[in-house]
């Protein structure tokens, strides 16, 4: 079995940093591309990063700037440093990878249970 498991959240005054971390934990032949979504309350889910299997990131633009995503392929782990946060940052963050199983040979998308960042003004 797979499962992403997440740490880093918790709460942060209004340009303070958070890291978050996930790890991809089971029996898996290979990670494809990895990245964070987040939800905030009344807000519909939005992809906040991704970083593709050969570490090419990419970022919603309301974090450019602020938010750095990185892998680590040894670890079977992506991060999330989160600077200069903002009110506006408040979510749950769910990790997702695109993870190909041991023994099968499709990828499929895991998401991790979430965790709560809240930055306070």
């Known amino acids: 079995q797979v499962q992403l498991v997440e740490s880093g959240g918790g709460s942060a005054q209004a340009g303070g940093s958070l890291r978050l971390s996930c790890v991809v934990a089971?029996?898996?032949?290979?990670?494809?591309?990895m990245g964070w979504y987040r939800q905030a309350p009344g807000k519909e889910r939005e992809r906040v990063a991704g970083?593709?299997?050969?570490?090419?990131?990419n970022y919603i633009d309301s974090v450019k700037g602020r938010f750095t995503i990185s892998r680590d392929n040894a670890k079977n782990t992506v991060y999330l440093q989160m600077d200069s946060l903002k009110p506006e940052d408040t979510a749950v963050y769910y990790c997702?990878?695109?993870?190909?199983?041991?023994?099968?040979?499709?990828?499929?998308?895991?998401w991790g249970p979430g965790t709560q960042v809240t930055v306070s003004p």
């Open positions: 970083v593709s299997s050969g570490g090419r990131p």
């Open positions: 089971g029996t898996f032949s290979s990670l494809g591309g």
């Open positions: 997702t990878a695109d993870v190909q199983p041991y023994p099968l040979y499709s990828f499929q998308g895991y």
